[in-house]
C-alpha cells in the first residue's frame, strides 16, 4: 500500500477486478506501472518529501555549477555555501545568474505553489577560505520578499545550541544521485537521515585529517560505504536537526563513499554577521575574489 493512499473495497462478485483497476489508477497517478515496483529512494537518495515539510529550502540555479540548494533564513534572503556564488577563477558570479526556487517539492513541471525569485545582491563572508572551506557562507538577497503565510514556504528556525554527538538529524534537498557524467539533479525533492559524528572521529587521518574545524559539523557515513548520502550538486544545502537548521553543506560530497562524511558550515557561529547583511546596502563588487585563494 502506498503511504497516504487507501483504496475503497466494493462488496460484489467483481471486487478483485475493481479493486485492481482501483490499484492502476492510483499508481498510475504517482507514475508506478503494476509491473513496477516502487524504488527505494536514497539521496543518492533519501526519501521524497512531502508538501512543506522542508519549507525554507529552495533550488538555486547556477550556470558555473550542476546545482545549488540553499535556505530561506529571511523571507527576503537565502543562505547558502560561499562556493555556490564563486566560478572556477573563484571570482563573484553576477547575481543576475542565479535563480532560486521555493515552495515547490517538484524542480519539473512547475506547481502552482511555487515562487520564484531572482538575486540582486550577493554576501560572501569576507574570510572564506577556497581552500580549508572555513567560513562557507554566502548570502543572497533577493529581487522581492516571499509571499508568506504559505503552506510550503517557511523561514528556517535556528539553534543557538551545540548538537551532541550522535544527535538524529536530516538532510533535504535536490542534488544528483551519483557522481557520473554527466549527473542529473533529482526532480522531487529528497531528504535523508544523517547523524552527527564526533568531530575527532571525522578529524582521523584516514578521513578528514583536521579540516573539520569547530565551526563546521561533520555528520552521515564514516568508516563504511553507504548508499545513502549526499553527491554532486548538494552543496549548500540544509542540514535539519530536530526541525531547526544547524548546517549547511560545504565539503564531504561523497556519494556513499567511506571515510569522506559530509561536513556542514555551522550557522549558529555565524548569525551575528548573518543579521548584519539584512540590513548591509550594497552588495560585493564585481569580480570580487575571497581574501584567502
Known sequence: MLAGVSLLLIPSQETSRTNMRLLAIVLAIVGVSLGETIPEARMMGGTNAAWGQFGSAVSITTPFLLHCGGVIYHPQHVLTSAQCVLNAQNRLIDPYWLSIIAGDIALSPIGARRQTRRVTQIYVHPQFNVF?????????????????????????????????????????????SSTGTP?????????????????????????????????MIC?????????????????????????????????????????????????????????????NTPGLAPNWTPGVL
Request: hydrophobic share 40%; charged share 15%.
Open 132 to 176: 580549508t572551506r572555513e567560513n562557507d557562507v554566502a548570502l543572497l538577497r533577493l529581487d522581492a520578499p516571499f509571499v508568506l503565510p504559505s503552506n510550503t514556504i517557511d523561514f528556517a528556525r535556528r539553534t543557538n545550541r551545540t548538537i551532541p554527538t550522535g544527535t538524529a538529524c536530516q538532510l533535504a534537498g535536490w542534488g544528483a
Open 183 to 215: 549527473a542529473t539533479v533529482n526532480v522531487l525533492q529528497r531528504f535523508l537521515p544523517i547523524a552527527v559524528n564526533d568531530r575527532d572521529i571525522c578529524n582521523n587521518p584516514a578521513m578528514h585529517a583536521g579540516r573539520v574545524l569547530e565551526s
Open 219 to 279: 555528520a552521515g557515513n564514516t568508516a563504511t560505504s553507504t548508499g545513502a548520502a549526499p553527491c554532486t550538486g548538494n552543496l549548500g544545502t540544509g542540514l535539519y536537526c530536530n526541525r531547526q537548521l544547524v548546517g549547511i553543506l560545504s565539503f564531504g560530497l561523497n556519494c556513499g563513499a567511506a571515510n569522506d562524511p559530509p561536513v556542514f558550515t555551522q550557522v549558529r557561529n555565524y548569525e551575528r554577521w548573518l543579521l548584519q547583511q539584512l540590513s
